[in-house]
């Protein structure tokens, strides 16, 4: 799955850019310019997937966008984490049994799935691969606001 969502930006009668998702309702932001608020998107995407999956609920797929919305990506770091998460889950697989796949603690994979924690990215690569996943990044350029 992309982890990029569409997203509405419009200006309050206080000059903010408030931004919503139609996908992720609990993420929510705002900032002074358009650009800022549209970085704080992306974090309080990642914030409110992470609760998703934490929760055990599961990651909404993007939509297409509407006319005017613009396109927000999750923090590639925290995208890799929700694909594991989702990975093990669709799989039917335990932190365990991933643990003694590849050879590590079952802590170790705890923090690799915990969107909190700073894990290397290449870590978690080799988790998804060892599940028979793969991680795609992709450059995308972001529109001028």
Do not use: F
């Amino acid at each position: 799955m992309r982890y990029l969502y569409p997203v509405t930006l419009v200006q309050d009668e206080q000059g903010q850019y408030v931004v919503t998702s139609p996908d992720v309702p609990e993420a929510i932001t705002d900032g002074a310019s358009q650009q800022q608020a549209l970085r704080e998107m992306g974090e309080a995407l990642g914030a409110a997937l992470a609760g998703y999956a934490i929760e055990g609920r599961d990651i909404p797929t993007p939509s297409e966008p509407e006319p005017g919305q613009r396109l927000v990506p999750v923090a590639p770091l925290v995208a890799a984490k929700l694909a594991l998460r989702t990975a093990l889950r669709e799989e039917g697989m335990t932190n365990v049994a991933l643990a003694d796949r590849l050879g590590v603690t079952e802590g170790a994979v705890r923090r690799l799935v915990d969107p909190d924690h700073a894990s290397r990215l290449d870590r978690v690569v080799i988790a998804l691969a060892a599940i028979g996943r793969g991680l795609v990044v992709e450059d995308l350029k972001q529109v001028a606001a």
